[in-house]
């Protein structure tokens, strides 16, 4: 039996509800009491396995307090409705700040304050990543 992969739009709003209850310090199961659901289905919810209902999401973005286009923000394009070729999506953002790391990181480098020292931290990532190119 082939294991279905998820939808990637259903994987980007997952993506995002894990991200912004990460940054409220939310964990899954106080947004699952909130929900009146398991931590296992707001698991299942974050990694896209299982769609969240229009209703559902709507109750989410409240918890969260954002606005329900939060979610879709960055969402994958279908290229086949389109019959475009879809462009690289910049969805290794939201993947990465969807992370404890990614998320730490980003609130600790938004805390300093001089630029200059915030370009050389930058310079330094990318030189230990052998990122030549900018």
């Not at 509800?17 to 909130?34: F, I, N, P, T």
């Not at 973005?61 to 389109?82: K, M, N, R």
Request: no cysteine; proline share 5%; hydrophobic share 35%.
């Amino acid at each position: 039996m082939v294991k279905k992969t998820p939808n990637p739009t259903d994987k980007h709003v997952g993506s995002r509800v894990r991200m912004r209850r990460m940054m409220l310090a939310m964990s899954q199961e106080k947004l699952g009491d909130a929900l009146d659901l398991t931590f296992q289905q707001v698991q299942k919810y974050e990694k896209g396995t299982n769609r969240i209902g229009a209703s559902r999401l709507q109750q989410i973005s409240q918890i969260l307090q954002v606005p329900v286009s939060f979610f879709f923000e960055g969402a994958p394009v279908g290229s086949e409705a389109h019959g475009l070729t879809e462009a690289p999506s910049p969805a290794y953002v939201s993947d990465f700040l969807a992370t404890s790391d990614g998320l730490a990181l980003t609130k600790s480098f938004m805390r300093i304050k001089n630029p200059k020292l915030r370009r050389k931290i930058v310079d330094l990532v990318e030189q230990i990543a052998g990122d030549h190119d900018r």
